[in-house]
Nanobody, 116 residues
């Protein structure tokens, strides 16, 4: 099992910045991917950004150039720096941990609200 503890999030005005953190603990294998998904009311959960243990990254088109994902392997922690936030970024953000070859785990979610 893998446990995920998220921090960050909150209320910010449009154009502002927030940083999310997610620390993983438990049965963490060397090969894994950590990332962030989000779900807005009435919408499906979508991938925001992901980073592998080899530090390959991918981003949703809607956040490219504004969000940056990074990780500290020594701390098993992933970060999401969110800049130039927009009201449409408002959602519950979920930390995700994919363990290869098997395992998919979720954090409890943290609310991000961007006011116009």
């Amino acid at each position: 099992q893998v446990q995920l503890v998220e921090s960050g999030g909150g209320l910010v005005q449009a154009g502002g910045s927030l940083r999310l953190s997610c620390a993983a603990s438990g049965s963490i294998f060397v090969s894994n991917a950590m990332g962030w998904y989000r779900q807005a009311p009435g919408k499906q959960r979508e991938l925001v950004a992901q980073i592998t243990s080899g530090t390959s990254t991918k981003y949703a088109d809607s956040v490219k150039g504004r969000f940056t994902i990074s990780r500290d392997n020594a701390k098993n922690t992933v970060y999401l720096q969110m800049n130039s936030l927009k009201p449409e970024d408002t959602a519950v953000y979920y930390c995700n941990f994919k363990r290869f070859p098997q395992g998919n785990y979720w954090g409890q979610g943290t609310q991000v609200t961007v006011s116009s």
